[in-house]
């Protein structure tokens, strides 16, 4: 029995230093200033054990030295949503945005903006917390301990409610999408021979709405554009497999 | 036999009841030219067929249907037919149209000659579009054949990139069953077509004789190198023709009339018919010339727009600051490939920094040749000062063969801040890949992984739910547990349930009593019985007075025996028993129960 503990933790040490040695490579060529194939290196990485906000943040600065800001924006704005208190992401992000000129972006309101301190998984958790407080509440009334019961109580409702609050605050961005384009061709219908109606510069952020075949519907923030775009030219921020 | 002779009789009496003859008629001597004027052949009877107009040169011919009159005048019944044209010509002349001849029940007539003047006009159509200027020609296969015209002006060249109005025409004849299998193409790859018109207009026209059904698109010209080049479009259709190998469908005999509308036209609709796809082209492809723009003069800011374009509006703000980026937009109209009109540029351009925007194109004609395009974009005034801004952009005129720097109206502006010229950025093109790493401003790489991490909340994975759904079912299994537990520990109900237990015990004595005919027994518990119901405490120590209101005659009777059975030593029949017993019943379903104290 041991010496299965043993081996399983030898094993999980082991991917643990592949893990980092294959990042420290990708780091390594990024220095020495192969952008592309750094960038390749960080999305094997992303692809094999899934996102990091370190990992993706490094890839947006790949992706910037190579001058494909489309792409940059949308790494670092998904490393953002994975750690919005990142100072460095959020700096980057805005450099990236003024360097394409991506300068309108949809602006949260102030409970948006309080919800997006937290990534969506940090508030599922105290959403969790609170579920599991639940039966230690209806425990205690059991017990005869009805004060602590109250309290407990109040607190699971309160963590219940303001995670389920801050969830549907932030699900609304799986809507936003960045224009990896460039420039993306807005059509009039959800075909390629339709008549182009414009364009949009990659960096640009839209709303992501129907999607017929392998068109979406999209709209710029200040809803004064709308029109089809081919799915491979624009790219939601949280991907629809979650990696 | 005497039913046909009766009806031969019938027949040519009324063949001869028709007036036959025939007149052709104009609605005007002279038109001006592009204008049309209705021709009316009317014919008195039925024809055997329906009657050809002959050509004539530069004269257009439009069938406008036909008409029917019959009357019945002095018991005879005469018929007409009506033929209207619309005969006019686009190029002012006199014009003779010859007699024209029709048949009736085997015998030929003809109209007289009639003359049309035709006035030149000012409002001509466009010297190449004309339907006049066809140039008609003999159809190469029985289904039809393809026409298109290039509105070139004089100019008989065009240039890569330039988009050329052209109209296509496709003539299918009237008498075949056409299906298009899609719109018209180029033939080859020299050429692309732009903007096809989505509804192609249709109409009729008639050529040697023949009448067409004509379907027109309008579109834009486009050629990719230079060189020369026949420019030819093909139409693939699908035909219907009678199968030659299927029996001729027999036609019925005529009837008493004689007269093909009263006959049954049915008959083609049996008639069986393949199917057979075809692709119609022209019958002679202009060579048209792609000449390669001229290298000399051209502008720095030249972005491929070939045309002729000018500002419509421009709109930027009045007051910004250096290093800080503004919105300006402007729309720009006129004819030409919007395609290839790229964004203005603010002037002068070293003293700006811009980004490239969105644009939107509105056509304002069937081909989207011309139109208005609409800028939005953003740029960062590098260079403070009150000054004046112009937005910029360039164009190659085909017609005048020069490039054109188009510039709008100045705006003042007042740009505060200081001087970032030194910052102005790289131009806008993917930076080659260096050796050493370029990006000084962003932030340093993370060294550590960090965690895994997920974009979306817990609650999409598959177990949340039923976690929560099982926590949610504990909770409420424990608040009923504890609500359950509390009521039964209540010490109010506890008493009540005793009190209860104790009053039936006594109802079952007095019971017992009655059937032994034990007379003292039972008034004793009876009485018992009416104290725990009615006392809310202490029901020994109560009296008939203290409750005698909460109790009917017959209880309050049943209590005084009772009270004289014990303390006078009367006696009271055992056969009263099972009567006081009912009394006592029916007393405990009127009086309702109270609490009443451990005692």
């Not at chain 1, 490393?79 to 805005?94: E, R, V």
């Not at chain 2, 590098?382 to 709008?408: A, C, H, Q, T």
């Amino acid at each position: 029995m041991n010496k299965l503990i043993a081996l399983f933790i030898g094993l999980l040490a082991a991917a643990t230093l592949a893990q980092a040695a294959d990042f420290a490579t990708a780091n390594a060529d990024y220095q020495a200033g192969h952008f592309a194939q750094a960038a390749e290196q960080y999305q094997e990485l992303l692809k094999r054990d899934g996102p990091r906000a370190a990992v993706l943040q490094n890839l947006g600065s790949a992706h910037f030295q190579l001058g494909d800001y489309g792409q940059a924006i949308l790494a670092f704005e998904r490393a953002k949503l994975l750690d919005p208190g990142s100072a460095a992401i959020a700096a980057d992000l805005k450099l990236v945005r003024e360097r394409a000129g991506a300068f309108h972006v949809a602006e949260p309101d102030r409970w948006q903006a309080l919800a997006a301190r937290w990534p969506a998984h940090h508030w599922s958790l105290l959403l969790l917390a609170g579920v599991l407080l639940l039966p230690v509440t209806g425990g205690l009334w059991l017990l005869r301990h009805k004060p602590a019961a109250w309290v407990v109580g109040l607190c699971a409702v309160v963590a219940m409610g303001t995670a389920c609050a801050a969830i549907r605050s932030l699900e609304i961005k799986t809507q936003r999408a960045i224009v990896t384009a460039n420039p993306a061709t807005l059509r009039l219908s959800p075909f390629a021979t339709a008549e182009s109606k414009g364009t949009l510069p990659a960096g640009s952020e839209v709303h992501l709405g129907k999607q017929t075949k392998a068109y979406h519907h999209i709209k710029t923030p200040d809803a004064t554009t709308a029109g089809w775009v081919s799915e491979d030219e624009v790219e939601p921020i949280v991907p629809k497999d979650g990696k | 036999m005497s039913t046909r002779i009766l009806l031969f009789i019938f027949s040519m009496l009324l063949s001869v009841a028709y007036g036959e003859g025939i007149t052709a008629q104009l609605s005007s001597p002279s038109a001006e030219a592009g204008q049309g004027v209705v021709l009316t052949l009317r014919v008195d009877g039925s024809p055997d067929r329906p009657p050809q107009l002959p050509t004539v040169k530069n004269l257009i011919v439009n069938t406008r249907g036909t008409s029917q009159n019959m009357s019945f005048i002095n018991g005879k019944m005469s018929r007409s037919v009506a033929y209207n044209y619309a005969i006019g010509s686009n190029q002012p002349g006199e014009y003779l149209i010859p007699a024209i001849k029709v048949k009736i029940n085997g015998m030929e007539y003809q109209t007289q000659p009639l003359k049309l003047t035709v006035r030149a006009s000012a409002n001509a159509v466009p010297q190449g579009m004309e339907d006049g200027d066809d140039t008609a020609t003999k159809p190469q296969s029985d289904f039809g054949f393809v026409e298109f015209q290039m509105l070139a002006n004089e100019r008989k060249h065009i240039y890569p990139g330039e988009i050329v109005p052209v109209r296509i025409k496709a003539y299918f004849p009237m008498n075949t069953r056409i299906n298009l299998r899609g719109n018209p193409r180029p033939d080859g790859s020299a050429f692309t077509l732009h903007n096809l018109s989505d509804r192609p207009q249709q109409g009729r026209e008639q050529i040697d004789g023949k009448v067409y059904t004509v379907v027109t698109w309008f579109g834009g010209l486009s050629a990719t190198k230079a060189g020369k080049y026949p420019a030819n479009f093909v139409v693939d259709v699908t035909a219907q023709v009678p199968d030659p190998n299927a029996m001729p469908v027999r036609r019925p005999r005529p009837g008493p009339f004689n007269d093909p509308f009263f006959d049954n036209n049915f008959a083609d609709m049996f008639q069986q018919m393949i199917e057979k796809d075809v692709t119609l082209k022209c019958q002679n492809s202009p060579v048209v010339e792609v000449r390669e723009l001229p290298t000399q003069g051209k502008p720095e800011g030249f972005t491929g727009a070939i045309g002729e374009f000018a500002f419509e509006a421009v709109n930027v703000p009045r007051a910004m600051g250096t290093g800080e980026p503004v919105q300006l937009s402007a729309r720009v109209k006129g004819s030409g490939n919007f395609a290839l009109l790229g964004q203005p540029t603010p002037l002068p351009a070293d003293e700006w920094k811009t980004y490239a925007g969105k644009d939107d194109f509105q056509p304002t004609d069937i081909a989207a040749f011309s139109g208005a395009k609409s800028f939005e974009f953003s740029a960062v005034p590098l260079v403070p000062g009150y000054k004046e801004l112009r937005l910029g952009f360039s164009y190659f005129d085909p017609n005048k063969g020069e490039y054109i720097e188009v510039k709008s109206e100045p705006f003042q502006v007042n740009i505060t801040g200081e001087s970032k010229l030194h910052e102005k950025a790289e131009p806008e093109t993917k930076p080659e890949v260096v050796k050493t790493p370029t990006g000084p401003q962003l932030a340093p790489l993370s060294e550590k992984t960090g965690p895994v991490c997920s974009y979306r909340a817990i609650t999409h994975e598959p177990w949340f739910a039923p976690v929560a759904a099982g926590s949610g079912l504990l909770t409420l299994c424990f608040i009923a547990a504890g609500i359950w537990r509390e009521r039964r520990e209540d010490p109010e109900r506890i008493a009540r349930l005793e009190a209860r237990a104790r009053e039936a015990h006594a109802l079952h004595m007095a019971e017992t009593a009655a059937k032994q005919h034990d007379v003292p027994g039972f008034f004793s518990a009876a009485r018992d019985v009416l104290r725990m119901r009615v006392a809310k405490d202490a029901p020994n120590a109560v009296t008939l007075d203290e409750i005698s209101n909460e109790l009917s005659e017959n209880a309050r009777e049943l209590w005084r025996v009772a009270d004289r059975i014990d303390y006078s030593g009367q006696e009271a029949p055992a056969a009263e028993l099972p009567h006081w017993l009912d009394v006592l019943k029916s007393e405990l379903q009127t009086i309702p129960a109270k609490g009443a104290a451990h005692e």
